[in-house]
């Protein structure tokens, strides 16, 4: 049978630390559905480990999640079971436990198969779009629905996954569905966090929902040059990491879905041990690392960093001339845990 499309893999063993991403290939287009609602099937087997069928209330429940995000349009519509067991570009979005024909390493948990079109869109331009997505779960590894000890947890494999075949590429806030781990018996996965909702409020926006909110734009420099690829992050006053994206090729770069409030905004590298490639694609790939975290304001520490006011459907400002690369300077593309299992 044979692949093709953009592939993403679900790593056991994984570390990242930049934020929500969208799917970019590599003349810069990112991919979406062009319509509402996307079918999915079940491949008729389930998983033979699980004798009560609560797998397939699990696949249910995590398309549910990305629908319920208020301020995104997304929907599904269930099929019903198929024959089919895989990945193949078939005009079926499939969901199965039972291909064996994908070389899954022990490492991979689950992988989403990603087939996009050209299409004229509603501006007469030629976009690339969403053919198509199956979703494959490794055969040789071990799945529950009620969190037992080493295996993992369908509901969180899936709501990542279905995550991809929304057209999000992973992200990095380290709470994120989007992060590009997963442990055994882990939950979390389960539920959105903000910067997912944000992801996917950015590709599906539902204009009712999203009018109270803000954003920050701005651009992130080097001298003169604009950074490609410096993760730009925003904290609300509390400290916490509400959203973040990457910059583009000139610099510039957009948060989005921010309810109105105060925030401070920093832009870090992706250097090691997190790198370009934990990103599909190569759009990012000449990204830059050779700068120091620096706030907005132009600072090295939060407390000395400005603050930048969002209000509802405004946009703000805020540039960062970056500062030089600093081997003691903080680096938050470094989180303490490098590997979770
Ligand atoms: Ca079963
Ligand atoms: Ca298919
Ligand atoms: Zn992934």
Same mark, same amino acid.
């Given at each position: 049978m044979k692949k093709s499309g953009l592939i993403f893999w679900l790593f056991t063993v994984c570390t990242s630390a930049f934020g929500y991403t969208r799917i970019t290939t590599t003349s810069g287009e990112m991919p979406k559905w062009?319509?509402?609602p996307v079918s999915y099937w079940i491949n008729?087997?389930?998983?033979?480990?699980?004798? !009560?069928?609560?797998e397939f209330a699990a696949i249910h429940a995590s398309f549910h999640t990305w629908e319920n995000v208020a301020s995104a349009d997304v929907g599904f519509v269930y099929k019903g079971t198929t024959t089919v067991t895989g990945a193949n570009h078939d005009g079926m979005n499939v969901i199965s436990?039972?291909?064996?024909?994908v070389p899954l390493?022990?490492?991979?948990i689950a992988a989403t198969f990603s087939f996009f079109k050209s299409e004229v869109g509603s501006d007469d331009r030629i976009h690339r779009v969403f053919d198509e997505a199956d979703i494959v779960f490794n055969p040789a590894l071990d799945f529950s629905t009620s969190a037992e000890d080493s295996k993992f947890d369908i509901q969180s494999v899936l709501t990542h996954e279905i995550g991809h075949l929304l057209g999000l590429d992973h992200s990095g806030l380290v709470s994120s569905v989007m992060v590009p781990f997963g442990a055994p018996s882990q939950l979390d996965q389960r539920m959105l966090t903000y910067d997912d909702i944000a992801g996917i409020t950015e590709i599906y926006p539902r204009a009712s929902a999203t009018a109270g909110f803000g954003q920050i734009r701005g651009t992130i420099r080097s001298g003169t040059a604009g950074i490609l690829g410096a993760h730009v992050v925003a904290l609300t006053t509390a400290g916490t990491t509400l959203v973040s994206t990457l910059s583009q090729p000139d610099g510039s770069y957009l948060l989005r879905s921010l309810p109105s409030g105060s925030y401070k905004v920093f832009a870090e590298p992706l250097d090691s041990p997190v790198t370009k490639s934990n990103i599909g694609g190569s759009f990012y790939a000449n990204g830059r690392t050779d700068f120091g975290t620096t706030?907005?304001? !132009?600072?090295?520490?939060q407390s000395e960093a400005r603050t930048i006011t969002v209000t509802a459907g405004g946009t703000a400002t805020a540039n960062i001339d970056t500062l030089p690369k600093s081997a003691t300077g903080l680096n938050l593309t470094r989180p303490a845990f490098g590997v979770r299992m």
């Open positions: 062009s319509s509402m008729e087997k389930g998983l033979s480990q699980i004798g !009560n069928g609560s436990f039972s291909d064996t024909t390493g022990s490492s991979t706030y907005f304001g !132009n600072v090295s520490t």
